[in-house]
């Protein structure tokens, strides 16, 4: 199985703060990486397809970049309803797998 | 909109089968799309656990697949997963899920706590 691993573990930061997440696959999954948003009691939210595609409906303040085995998202202006946990997975082969998580608070 | 909704029993012995449906409505199963099921240990991750297309086709993870069955209705617009032989380790919420083209799983079901004891 292909291992993710997503830095940091949790992320705290001022509203209006820029902030960044790493995701590292354990062999070069090209572009097939997605984005998820987790919110406790709730279903989780795509919010980018294919490491870089914005999902329809997703505030453009959030984005997501990388190839290969790195990559990156990004919320540019937190806001208070992004306090949630992100997830990035790989679909590059089977099965598909997640990341840990990142934990993003508001400070 | 296309919504997901799962159902089925919230407590399972141990030994014994966990099942659950996923009823999908403004979508049709017959659609090229595949349909999943996602699982979420207590404070733990999220876990894939396998999927099913419209002909019957199945991918399962090799971690669960001597104890998984996924199947679909589609006269009933409805996918199934049923876990054979479980432990507290299968205590999850599960979720069922689409996935659209090859990779994004883009409309999820509000999950399910099941508990095995």
């Known amino acids: 199985d292909i291992q993710m691993t997503q830095s940091p573990s949790s992320r705290s930061a001022s509203v209006g703060d820029r902030v960044t997440l790493t995701c590292q696959a354990s062999q070069d999954i090209s572009y097939y990486l997605n984005w998820y948003q987790h919110k406790p009691g709730k279903a989780p939210k795509l919010l980018i397809y294919?490491?870089?595609n914005l999902e329809t409906g997703v505030p453009s303040r959030f984005s997501g970049s990388g190839s290969g085995t790195d990559f990156t998202f990004t919320i540019s202006s937190l806001q208070p309803e992004d306090v949630a946990t992100y997830y990035c997975q790989q679909y590059d082969s089977l099965p598909p797998t997640f990341g840990p998580g990142t934990q993003v608070e508001i400070k | 909109q296309v919504q997901l909704q799962e159902s089925g029993p919230g407590l399972v012995k141990p030994s014994g089968t966990l099942s659950l449906t996923c009823i999908v409505s403004g979508d049709s199963i017959n659609s090229k799309n595949w349909w999943v099921w996602v699982r979420q240990p207590p404070e733990k991750g999220l876990e894939w656990i396998g999927e099913?297309?419209?002909?019957?086709?199945?991918n399962y993870n090799p971690s669960l697949k001597t104890r998984v069955n996924i199947s679909v209705d589609t006269s009933r617009n409805q996918f199934s997963l049923k876990v054979t032989s479980v432990t507290a380790a299968d205590t999850a919420v599960y979720y069922c899920?689409?996935?659209?083209?090859?990779?994004?799983?883009?409309?999820w079901g509000p999950g399910t706590l099941v508990t095995v004891s």
């Open positions: 899920v689409r996935k659209r083209g090859p990779r994004a799983l883009d409309y």
């Open positions: 294919d490491a870089s």
């Open positions: 099913i297309y419209q002909s019957g086709t199945t």
